[in-house]
Nanobody, 114 residues
């Protein structure tokens, strides 16, 4: 059974940092592109970043480029998202997702507010 469990969200002031984690199980983690997406109330899922399988290639949405860093530890089957210089508009539920599939975890809430 595929499982993705996110953690690390919370309340942070603008300019602060958080590190999200996603522990994966039930599939060949190292062979898959892994993605972070986020959702705010009333909006659909927004792509944030991807870590592509087969190498160290990554991609970022323009809104987070230069502030967020995606990484993965294939031995631990864990995906990370280091978020720096957070802005109120980053407030959302963040989900870990297998590539562009519908497999995603339960999400972790990130709230950026003073």
């Amino acid at each position: 059974e595929v499982q993705l469990v996110e953690s690390g969200g919370g309340l942070v002031q603008p300019g602060g940092s958080l590190r999200l984690s996603c522990v994966a199980s039930g599939f060949a983690f190292s062979s898959h592109t892994m993605t972070w997406v986020r959702q705010t109330p009333g909006k659909g899922l927004e792509w944030v970043s991807s870590s592509y399988s087969g190498g160290s290639s990554t991609g970022y949405a323009g809104s987070v480029k230069g502030r967020f860093t995606i990484s993965r530890d294939n031995a631990k089957k864990t995906l990370y998202l280091q978020m720096n210089n957070l802005k109120p508009e980053d407030t959302a539920v963040y989900f870990c997702q297998i590539g562009q599939s519908d497999y995603r975890g339960q999400g972790t809430q990130v709230t950026v507010s003073s």
